[in-house]
């Protein structure tokens, strides 16, 4: 088992910036692969970011390719998304996510353990 904690969510204006963490314990988190999803009301949830074990690889959804970064501290078993450039179409809750698959997926199955999702809200 893996247990996956959000946090760094909050209210932002367009235009700023908000760090999200995602603590993981359990089993050897650098064993999975890590990644972030974010569902607006109304709406299922999507992709935004990907990062591989060892973390050198990662990968974005287009909506978010230049504004969001995603990075990997295996050290302090901690995921980090840096969002920069916020849009008000950003605003869901964000969901950290743990994956077994090697290769690069991107849909909500493919994940075997969830967290329990942080809000981000950006006003226009």
């Known amino acids: 088992q893996v247990q996956l904690v959000e946090s760094g969510g909050g209210l932002v204006q367009a235009g700023g910036s908000l760090r999200l963490s995602c603590a993981a314990s359990?089993?050897?988190?650098?064993?999975?692969?890590m990644a972030w999803f974010r569902q607006a009301p109304g709406k299922e949830r999507e992709f935004v970011a990907r990062?591989?074990?060892?973390?050198?690889?990662?990968y974005y959804a287009d909506s978010v390719k230049g504004r969001f970064t995603i990075s990997r501290d295996n050290a302090k078993n901690t995921v980090y998304l840096q969002m920069n450039s916020l849009k008000p179409e950003d605003t869901a809750v964000y969901y950290c996510a743990a994956t077994s698959s090697q290769g690069v997926v991107t849909t909500t199955p493919s994940y075997n353990y969830w967290g329990q999702g942080t809000q981000v809200t950006v006003s226009s």
């Open positions: 359990g089993r050897t988190v650098s064993s999975h692969a």
């Open positions: 990062i591989s074990r060892g973390g050198y690889n990662t």
